[in-house]
């Protein structure tokens, strides 16, 4: 990847602000922007000792808002995308699947358009990273054993869940290309 600027989104939760951080951290030549709606998940205090790092910039938004979200791929100079903005307390899932399927499912499809459109024909060097619990995407108990995970080869399908919290969930990121 070139010199392309960092967009994290869902920053300010638990998982995203150590992904924030740990950037911020790794790439000082490299603006990491944070756009987050700051839901009951978010919390800026867990960014407060980044805050004003000159190679950060928190964005309050919605990922839904395509307009927010193509001005902040354009000014920043984005190239690199990590989607951790995700409803996942599945108690609130019954009270109202809809905000469910509005972040986890329009907010993706929405950064996904909006990437393709501001990135174009220079997409190449860009990156997409959706990455979720199993609150998002489900268990994967009830696949074939065809369909689960099995091999370290497939970024999508590694041999080993490798937790990245302590309450156990697992993230894998994966690769959109056109």
């Keep these: 990847m070139n010199k392309h600027n960092i967009l994290v989104t869902g920053g300010a939760g638990f998982i995203g602000s150590h992904l924030v951080r740990h950037l911020v951290g790794k790439y000082p030549d490299r603006t990491t922007v944070n756009l987050d709606k700051l ?23 919605d990922i ?11 000014r920043y100079n984005i190239g690199a995308i990590v989607n951790l903005a995700a409803e ?4 609130r899932s019954i009270d109202d699947p809809s905000v469910f399927a509005r972040t986890n499912v329009l907010g993706t499809l929405t950064l996904l358009q909006v990437a393709r459109d501001c990135w174009g024909g220079e997409a190449a ?12 995407y489900g268990s994967a108990a009830g696949l074939s054993a065809r369909a689960r995970p099995t091999r370290r080869t497939r970024p999508t399908r590694p041999r080993k869940h490798r937790p990245t919290t302590s309450s156990g969930h697992s993230a894998t990121p994966t690769r959109c290309r056109r």
């Design 64 to 74: 839904c808002d395509a307009a927010l979200v193509a001005d902040t791929i354009r």
């Design 88 to 91: 996942t307390h599945v108690d």
């Design 125 to 136: 060097d860009k990156r997409f990273y959706q990455v979720s619990t199993d609150e998002v």
């Design 39 to 61: 839901t009951y998940a978010g919390n800026p205090a867990n960014l407060r000792d980044i805050e004003s790092a000159g190679n950060y910039v928190f964005v309050r938004g």
